[in-house]
């Protein structure tokens, strides 16, 4: 019965959560996520809990935080950190788990947000989770800024899994670079700006992002990197000049 793109790990948790398998073994032909059926995803050395409330986690994020870790840990500071369109928590905990740090975790929708917050007291870290919109939270005073946010474009194609994701966590105006514009444009207003500021971004983005901050920080250092598939996946900007 077991659908062949099924892995026999993840089967063996169906087998177990539920007795209806035929049920599921439909959902599954219907593309329905198998994580939202498991109900959970291991994410670095933390289990996040997802639903239709959340994005699922993907490897490739997993990888930006690995990164963002080693890069905080070189500042030799407790890091008052900033998560930007957090979702279901999973680089927020992830980060407060892993290294010495304040972090705040910021969703405009509140069932993502109560997710979170479940997902903290799952993983025992104290992280700050605010419902509110990105652009309505001050970035003052933060040593770090990560986001994940929405950038795929209206017309790019998708995999049918998407579907039964949130749809206001995926797509983003102006060829999906809206939220990466409107970040960098209020970082830039900032009298004390971030040390490190990280982006996981869509594989076609880097060279217009380059330019955003060549425009808008130009005191930033500018680094573009590859996932594991070789693709143009994460920007980190440092910022060398000491704040006045």
Not at 42 to 70: A, G, M, S
Not at 99 to 106: A, E, Q, R
Not at 121 to 143: A, G, H, R
Request: proline residues 4%.
């Amino acid at each position: 019965m077991k659908p062949d793109f099924v892995s026999q790990v993840d089967w063996e948790l169906l087998v177990k959560k539920y007795d209806n398998l035929e049920e599921i073994v439909r959902k599954l032909n219907n593309n329905y996520p198998v994580q939202y059926l498991i109900g959970d995803v291991p994410f670095l050395n933390t289990i996040i809990k997802v639903d239709e409330r959340v994005l699922i986690p993907r490897f490739e994020t997993e990888y930006l935080v690995e990164e963002l870790i080693k890069r905080i840990n070189r500042l030799n500071v407790k890091a008052n950190i900033l998560d930007l369109g957090c979702g279901s928590g999973c680089i927020s905990i992830a980060l407060k788990k892993n290294i010495l740090s304040n972090v705040t975790g910021v969703d405009i929708s509140g069932d993502a947000i109560c997710l979170a917050k479940e997902n903290a007291l799952l993983n025992k870290v104290d992280v700050n989770f605010i419902n509110c919109s990105m652009f309505d939270i001050s970035y003052e005073n933060y040593d770090v800024i990560v986001s994940n946010p929405p950038y795929v474009s209206y017309d790019e194609e998708v995999g049918k899994e998407v579907l039964y994701e949130p749809q206001n966590a995926l797509y983003a105006l102006d060829d999906g670079l809206f939220y990466y514009e409107e970040i960098i444009k209020k970082i830039s207003l900032l009298k004390s700006k971030p040390l490190l500021v990280a982006f996981e971004i869509g594989y076609q983005q880097g060279n217009r992002l380059k330019n955003l901050v060549l425009e808008m920080l130009p005191d930033y250092n500018f680094e573009l990197k590859k996932d594991l598939a070789g693709k143009d996946r994460y920007v980190f900007l440092s910022n060398n000049v000491k704040n006045n």
